[in-house]
């Protein structure tokens, strides 16, 4: 397939984007098993709220920030994302993420699995986890970004917060990925395999289930607001 300049533009911005969420939030993650705490809990949710606000102000405009692919496969399936472009951004937000990964893996060793997403608890436990909370993320990221009654400059701070939010609740039990990509890079480059199945089913169809139930309510909303 032939893609524009401008589709590969919101390419690297994707894999950008991805970079930076990996870098920060799994590399939130490795520096505090280096510094025995250093960061705290509480620090790592933070850590990946601000990164994924700051990535949607910085490329949001050029490529949407999706910098996951289970949001890139729920806006396809929900037809606010065109097909063409689909193996284009998975690709680019694993390759970010792997890059991301592997200069982790250079500057601190395998330390934390270098952020890995690992289930504490049992499989069914984390992967109904992984699901509520990506359906609450993507239905955040369809308000926001897809409904034209939602405030534009609101979007980065929505969707950073819930992501934090959901981080810091949910991160001690399946380490609330909500996102293939943040998960797969880091398990792929330190090796930490377990159940990584759950952080792609999780996700997808957590997204997925999201971006339809958003598009029900804000089509029975709208036709609610002029009978």
């Known amino acids: 397939m032939i893609y524009t300049a401008a589709e590969w533009r919101m390419a690297l911005a994707e894999a950008f984007g991805t970079f930076g ?11 505090n098993a280096v510094t025995d705490g250093a ?14 606000m700051a990535m949607i102000y910085a490329i949001g405009h050029v490529s949407g920030a999706h910098i996951n692919p289970a949001v890139t496969v729920a806006f396809w399936l929900t037809r ?27 500057m601190f060793g395998d330390a934390g699995n270098l952020g890995s ?19 609450v993320l993507m239905f955040v990221i369809m308000a926001v970004a897809t409904d034209v009654r939602a405030i534009g400059q609101a979007a980065a701070l929505a969707i950073g917060g819930t992501v934090g939010l959901e981080a810091l609740f949910a991160g001690p039990i399946s380490g609330a990925s909500m996102n293939p990509a943040r998960s797969l890079a880091p398990a792929i480059v330190s090796g930490a395999w377990e159940a990584q199945w759950i952080y792609i089913v999780g996700p997808v169809a957590g997204a997925l289930i999201g971006a339809v139930l958003y ?11 002029h009978a």
């Open 80 to 106: 606010h994302f065109p097909a063409r472009r689909v193996p284009l951004y998975l690709a680019a937000q694993l390759v970010g993420g792997l890059v991301a990964a592997l200069l982790l893996r250079g």
């Open 215 to 225: 598009m029900l309510i804000r089509a029975e909303h709208t036709t609610g607001g």
């Open 117 to 135: 997403t690992v289930p504490r608890g049992s499989a069914g436990q984390s992967l109904l986890l992984e699901l509520l909370l990506t359906l």
């Open 21 to 31: 969420l990996v870098f920060a939030g799994a590399g939130a993650i490795t520096i």
């Open 39 to 52: 960061v705290s809990h509480v620090g790592i949710g933070l850590t990946f709220g601000l990164i994924v």
